[in-house]
């Protein structure tokens, strides 16, 4: 790096940026990393990573920076892609921006670059924000004065620093989501994105890292829609070493078309770096705790729900609702929610999406009765909606065949037997919004559980058809904004932060086997704190995996997020609704801390034991579930983290204890009365607790005493 360079630095709380400007030039990135002493030299610090020219390369090697461009000779993906018509034939543009100013604030850069011969300015912002979290965006702004069409847009190109080289990945399916794979970034890079109009079951986050650092850096894009994420490598096969990580929303083309004075900004992507993938979460978490929920109630006590789809199905009468929500109130539950089945004439799920008004068969005096019964009994009321689909079988299709997605030849291919509307077309939108602000005005609705069941095909317009689903869900919490919204798509079929802004909470899998569940809650806790994930007791055998669990393994493994029951109580022995109520019991004792404290996983040598813990203040709760039959007759002491190592702790085991597992258990009466050790010897040697049997959870309580 030369010496015309200027060098702009972001501190965050433990994290160091640094971004070197070249006027007329490119824009670069010098360090990201753990916080740097306030004196280091800035220039010496970009010398100590300058690279001469080797023999394989251009005369003036190109500097991909925060803005790859072909030009140069550069060959991985542009930033910026472009098509014009000239004359008649699509042509790409090919762009030369060079930086003409930045801003730069204690917390902030904005980078402006103009390509004059073009008539196109760039404006990049950067945002070093709570938890560390960078939150970057592009805007570009055309004077040209001849249209042109927007490819691709990175809302971040990201040099990635050599030290980390493996990337871990998510996919999933439904009911199986979020599974993760770690490999060595190889020279074939990184290619990942969506197809189905949302991010997908695995989300769209990904972590870098290195082989013995444990350092680690994460980065997603927050866009509910689909995603275009690249990591460029020219290591190890190639010349020069270098990888770049890129990520954009997906467009499809034609479909952004820029006129004189026109701007397109992308989506936000977001990105942070963490000594270690613990401390990852962290950042992550307090990201979304300070800067995306805002929605409904945010703060209160996450109430504990009951929820009639696994219990009901669509098969809805108001006794039996009456019937379910009675039993769920014993044993402790403080929201009732009326899943899928409620509305005109759904009565199985071919039908009826679009006509949102109360079905007379089920209802015959209406919602009121059944909503004033469970307001009776203590809870508030909650709905499910699937605003943004259209069943053919239904009122609104029929008036508006066209107002759903579909293409030139007129086909109309369903998925669960649906079809999406249009969003991008402001009268389905208001069609939309009237049916559902008629019905929260008219009931009193405490929250919707939005769901999402099919994929967007055929679209002719990926981005105008998010921004409708974001425009009408704006809509309805301007007007009801004390309303909670859960997002859903078939489970975790479309989960991130942009989505995350619009609710309370997500709802992470439709698979409600504990056995299933504490992995999944596990991966999803990586990036979103555990308030904003659902977690139902389901039944037993549990539908979906046909999996029978003992209810005290449910119970404890649901207490671990926003605790619901996803199951009918009257169908439960007496034994089973009394342990499920002394969990819910003790939910309502934790929930404070479980939804406010720092979340640790905890590493065990048998990788079917799951085990988190989350500690605030002077209390913590962990645990351990062992999902399989360990191939020791003793499982390996489990081992605590994120404690004060010199404070002392009373550490007791939450009744009620897993029957079997207790018998194992040495010395149960020393275990009551609560045992007390430092931090360090909890966080040193651990806990031998017995966890050689499938289906055994421990809850683990701590109380810091007192010096
Ligand atoms: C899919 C959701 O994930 C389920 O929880 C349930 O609400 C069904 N849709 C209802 O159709």
């Given at each position: 790096m030369s010496e015309r360079w200027d060098f702009v630095r972001l501190d965050g709380e433990k994290a160091t940026l640094v971004v070197a400007l070249e006027k007329g030039g490119a824009a670069d990135l010098v360090y990201l990393g753990a916080r740097l002493p306030g004196r280091e030299d800035l220039s010496a610090l970009a010398a100590a990573q300058g690279r001469g020219r080797h023999e394989s390369q251009p005369d003036a090697p190109p500097v991909p920076g925060l803005l790859p461009e072909p030009k140069a000779g550069w060959m991985g993906s542009p930033a910026v892609a472009l098509t014009a018509i000239e004359d008649g034939a699509p042509i790409a543009l090919a762009t030369d921006f060079r930086v003409t100013s930045w801003e730069a604030e204690e917390t902030r850069l904005a980078i402006r670059s103009a390509d004059p011969r073009l008539g196109l300015e760039c404006v990049q912002t950067w945002t070093l924000s709570a938890g560390d979290v960078v939150r970057a965006r592009t805007a570009l702004s055309s004077t040209h004065q001849r249209p042109f069409w927007v490819d691709r847009l990175s809302a971040l190109a990201l040099p990635v620093p050599p030290r980390f080289t493996h990337v871990t990945t998510f996919s999933g399916r439904w009911a199986h989501e979020i599974q993760q794979t770690r490999r060595a970034l190889g020279a074939e890079g990184l290619a990942q994105g969506s197809a189905h109009g949302k991010p997908g079951f695995g989300g769209n986050w990904l972590i870098l890292d290195g082989p013995d650092t444990g350092e680690a850096l994460s980065a997603h894009l927050a866009w509910s829609g689909d995603f275009d994420t690249r990591i460029e490598c020219d290591r190890p096969g190639n010349s020069d070493g270098r990888a770049i990580l890129q990520m954009a929303p997906r467009l499809t083309p034609g479909e952004i078309a820029l006129a004189p004075g026109d701007t397109y900004e992308t989506p936000e992507a977001v990105f942070t770096i963490a000594p270690d993938r613990k401390v990852l979460a962290h950042n992550w978490h307090r990201h979304v705790r300070a800067e995306r929920l805002a929605t409904?109630?945010?703060?209160a006590p996450r109430k504990v729900h009951v929820n009639s789809w696994d219990a009901l199905g669509v098969n809805l009468s108001e006794p039996a609702l009456i019937a379910l929500a009675e039993a769920a109130a014993e044993v402790g539950a403080e929201r009732f929610v009326l899943d899928d089945g409620w509305f005109a004439g759904r009565r199985s799920t071919a039908t009826s999406l679009g006509d949102w008004f109360v079905s007379r068969d089920v209802f015959p005096n209406g919602l009121t009765p059944l909503i004033d019964q469970v307001h009776a009994l203590g809870m508030d009321f909650g709905l499910w909606v699937e605003p943004e689909m259209v069943s053919p079988e239904s009122d609104l299709y029929r008036a508006h065949p066209d107002w759903c997605l579909h293409s030139e030849s007129d086909e109309r291919p369903t998925m669960r037997g649906q079809l999406v509307l249009d969003l991008a077309r402001p009268e389905v939108r208001e069609a939309v919004f009237a049916q559902l602000d008629a019905l929260l005005n008219e009931h009193a609705i405490a929250y919707l559980k939005w769901d999402h069941n099919r994929d967007l095909f055929?679209?002719?317009h990926r981005h105008a058809q998010t921004m409708g689903s974001y425009a009408l869900i704006d809509r309805v919490r301007a007007a009801h904004p004390e309303v909670d919204i859960e997002g859903c798509a078939e489970g975790g079929g479309r989960i991130d932060y942009a989505l995350l802004e619009r609710c309370h909470r997500v709802w992470p899998s439709d698979n409600n086997d504990a056995a299933e569940r504490v992995r999944i809650m596990q991966a999803w806790s990586q990036f979103l704190p555990l308030e904003v994930l659902g977690n139902h007791v389901g039944p037993s055998p549990n539908p979906i995996t046909g999996r029978t669990l003992d209810m005290d393994f449910r119970a404890k493994v649901a207490l671990f997020g926003h605790m619901g029951i996803e199951a009918d109580p009257r169908a439960m022995s007496e034994a089973e609704r009394k342990t499920l109520a002394a969990h819910i019991a003790l939910y309502k004792d934790w929930r404070a801390l479980l939804h406010s404290g720092d979340l640790w996983r905890l590493d065990h040598p048998d990788p079917h034991i799951f085990a988190q813990m989350v500690v605030g203040g002077p209390r913590a709760l962990a645990i351990a579930a062992q999902t399989q039959f360990s191939p020791q007759f003793d499982a390996a002491p489990l081992r605590l983290a994120g404690l004060d190592p010199s404070a002392s702790y009373r550490v007791t085991l939450p009744a009620p204890w897993p029957a079997r597992a207790s018998l194992y258990l040495d010395q149960p009466e020393r275990w009551r009365e609560g045992l007390t050790l430092s931090g360090e010897a909890l966080m040193r040697q651990g806990l031998a607790l017995p966890l050689t049997h499938p289906e055994t959870t421990w809850l683990i309580a701590l109380e810091r005493c007192e010096p």
């Open positions: 409904g109630s945010p703060g055929p679209v002719g």
